[in-house]
């Protein structure tokens, strides 16, 4: 009697689902940054014109947080990372 073997091989590939949906960069409110260091950041982070910039910090600050920007995470992270840096709260997330 012979005995028949088979092989199955897998090949595995990293997904990384995290970075496949549409993103929001989100900025936060807070009692220590002033407008103007607000308005600063995101023109020179988000490369946003003055007149959109100090719209977004009006809002940001009525409502304790805006999305300023909409795009991919691997576009948005670095951006995120370089507000904070300067001390402003900023997260990236999902849209929902």
Known sequence: MS???HTKFWEETEVDT???DPRVLIVWN???N????????LVEVCNHS????????????TKG???VKEGSYDE???MCNAITE?????????IV
Do not use: N, S
Not at 50 to 61: K, N, P, S
Not at 86 to 94: H, L, M, N, Q
């Open 3 to 5: 005995v028949k073997t």
């Open 18 to 20: 995290i970075t496949d």
């Open 30 to 32: 807070d009692e220590v």
């Open 34 to 41: 002033t407008f103007e260091w607000v308005i600063e950041t």
């Open 50 to 61: 003055e007149v959109q910039a100090e719209q977004c910090a009006m809002l940001i600050h």
């Open 65 to 67: 947080q805006y999305a």
């Open 76 to 78: 948005l992270k670095p």
């Open 86 to 94: 300067r001390g402003i709260g900023a997260t990236v997330e999902v």
